[in-house]
């Protein structure tokens, strides 16, 4: 359950430049040069430009996955800067997708990042995520998670989810299919909620839900699949649920 | 016997503690607890509510035993 997809494979059209090897220098000594072209012809879609998306899309922006795609239809506001940290003060009126573009490309122009701003509704999900390897799940309400979570299946996406409160953070991967579902995890939505949060903490689940990634494109390490960790900050401790497919589940349980 | 139940986010909020050791009678399932809970702390009536036995997904008519480890917390929405 922890290899990377078949289709992200480094084929002659992905080429590592020289400037490339001494970006990647670094993580090039843990995966090679054949695992940097994996991220190099990867794409990810970044669902939700808040304080997750800022974390996943940063350090998978530095990674050199080749292409992002950061759908939001939001506008920055004062009260986001305590966490979503690509916008700043600077930043206030301005599309959120328009933030993360100028501070991504900034932040690695070898990388091809592209934006999104709309909302992501059932009529138009399928083609926001149709060229998509991954789906990073940094949404901030149940009712969009469950619609990424219902394409991903149909798709045959991975789905890396992440959900914060407060000093505290869940996390889970999906491999359509094999393993649990978010709807298997989470049968029913909570009531939506002004969260209370704390911006570190979205940069560790971001940060988890980043690595992961990396991880699933590269083909390394053992994923974050059929449990969910439970980030809990107040008692600085991780805790970790076994959970499995739910046969009766109304999303995945068609899937054989 | 006794059983450990461990809160987190809106739960923990309501009940006002991590954690609780709470004494169960031989046969008691995890929804007796959960009756229990709800019953002192009514508010966590409104929250979607996922459990766990000995840190293993559970569904409410799991059966209890001493020393079991349950954890209660509801999915968390915020990103």
Request: net charge negative; aromatic share 6%; charged share 30%.
């Amino acid at each position: 359950m922890s290899r990377g997809k078949e289709n992200i494979s480094a084929d002659a059209d992905a080429y590592v430049s020289e400037s490339e090897l001494k970006r990647y220098k670094r993580q090039i000594k843990i995966f090679g040069e054949e695992g940097q072209k994996r991220l190099k012809k990867a794409k990810v879609t970044i669902a939700g430009a808040g304080g997750l998306g800022s974390v996943s899309a940063a350090y998978l922006t530095v990674a050199g996955v080749g292409r992002i795609l950061v759908v939001d239809n939001d506008v920055v506001e004062l009260s986001n800067l305590n966490r979503q940290i690509l916008h700043w003060e600077k930043d206030i009126g301005r599309r959120k997708t328009d933030s993360f573009e100028e501070k991504l490309s900034e932040m690695n122009p070898e990388v091809e990042v592209t934006v999104l701003c709309e909302k992501i509704v059932e009529d138009n999900v399928a083609d926001i995520v149709c060229d998509s390897d991954l789906i990073v799940d940094a949404m901030d309400n149940f009712k969009t998670r469950y619609l990424l979570n219902r394409v991903a299946l149909e798709k045959n996406l991975p789905f890396f989810h992440g959900g914060v409160y407060g000093f505290e953070g869940q996390m889970t991967t999906i491999i359509p299919g094999k393993t649990a579902c978010l709807r298997c995890i989470f049968p029913e939505a909570p009531a939506p909620e002004t969260f209370p949060i704390i911006g570190a903490t979205c940069g560790v689940v971001g940060g988890i839900q980043a690595t992961e990634v990396v991880k699933y494109i590269v083909g390394v390490g053992e994923l974050l699949t059929n449990r969910l960790l439970v980030w809990d900050g107040l008692d600085a401790r991780i805790e970790e649920f076994a959970v499995e497919r739910n046969p009766a589940c109304e999303d995945c349980g068609d899937l054989g | 016997m006794k059983v450990e139940v461990q809160f987190f986010a809106r739960c923990r909020e309501i009940v006002g503690a991590k954690q609780k050791v709470l004494e169960v009678e031989e046969g008691m399932r995890i929804k007796d607890i959960i009756d229990t809970l709800i019953n002192e702390y009514p508010e966590l009536k409104n929250v979607k509510l996922i459990v766990s036995l000995n840190h293993k997904y559970a569904e409410q008519e799991e059966k209890l035993k001493d020393k079991d480890e349950v954890a209660v917390f509801p999915p968390v929405s915020g990103g």
